[in-house]
């Protein structure tokens, strides 16, 4: 048995982190099973987009299993290729949506850093907790942070493994939405389904694009936009909406 609830909602595939005494971190067994789920997620056509949560309302994921580290030596929940719970290097064609219910630390922040969407409750507090431990976030957090987050504040975050509040992180631009905490799993699943009715294959498009863009100089990107261009204009969804539209009536997108 892992520490990981799997669950559908509609073309939602709700990830649930059950590991809530150890404050939900992922030991090796749990980290693979996450992976697992993503990839299986990934292959499933009737799955548009896939959210991740933890277990009660106290920790969303407090990293790496520091128990089971002592134990059998740290980085088994490294998936090769893929990173810290098969997340924080994997390439997805799918959104991954953050709902934090908690504290989200170390190997946690750098998965919720790696999520598409972030929805924290209010009483959330995040950050990269590896420096009190001799460790730092190689496997994704500091090289975020580094893209996301202005320097004075995110080598604060780095050297000192002091947290920070959900609100701040909003402020940041990280968190995409703070909600009180009773509310957050129902307003997060609300948001995502509201997103699925929009043509799915546009939404991996932009997700993609997205991407690849934050690696380019803008020349770059708008000419990689541009070569996509035609075959999104002339896609069977793109004709949907744009007669929907005209006829005044909600579009049936494929979800192809």
């Known amino acids: 048995m892992t520490g990981l609830k799997v669950e559908r909602r509609g073309a939602i595939c709700l990830l649930t982190i059950d590991r809530e005494a150890a404050r939900n ?15 299986a997620a990934e292959a499933d056509p009737e799955i548009g987009a896939m959210v991740l949560t933890g277990a009660g ?21 490294l998936v090769p290729g893929r990173g810290f719970g098969g997340v924080t290097e994997r390439k997805r064609s799918k959104p991954l949506v953050a709902a934090i219910n908690g504290t989200a630390v170390a190997g946690g922040f750098e998965i919720m850093m790696a999520c598409d969407m972030v929805f924290a409750a209010d009483h959330a507090l995040m950050g990269l907790s590896e420096v009190k431990r001799g460790l730092f976030a190689f496997a994704g957090g500091i090289q975020r942070l580094a893209h996301q987050v202005p320097r004075a504040t995110a080598l604060a975050m780095i050297m000192t ?3 920070l509040p959900a609100r701040r992180l909003y402020e940041l631009g990280i968190v995409t939405e703070v909600v009180p905490g009773p509310a957050l799993l129902e307003h997060t699943l609300a948001v995502t389904n509201a ?7 546009a939404i991996r498009n932009g997700l993609e694009l997205y991407e690849l863009a934050c690696g380019m100089d803008i ?8 070569a996509w ?16 539209y005209a006829l005044k009536r909600e579009a049936r997108f494929t979800r192809d």
């Open 57 to 77: 309302d106290r920790a969303f994921c407090a990293g790496m299993d520091l128990k089971e580290a002592a134990e059998i030596g740290a980085g088994h929940g």
């Open 229 to 244: 261009g035609k075959a999104t204009l002339s896609s069977a969804d793109s004709r949907e909406g744009v007669t929907a």
């Open 195 to 201: 997103m699925l009715g929009n043509s799915w294959q």
């Open 219 to 226: 020349d770059r990107a708008l000419a990689v936009g541009n």
């Open 25 to 39: 971190a992922l030991d090796a067994a749990t980290s693979h099973a996450l992976d697992a789920a993503i990839t």
């Open 161 to 163: 493994g002091e947290l």
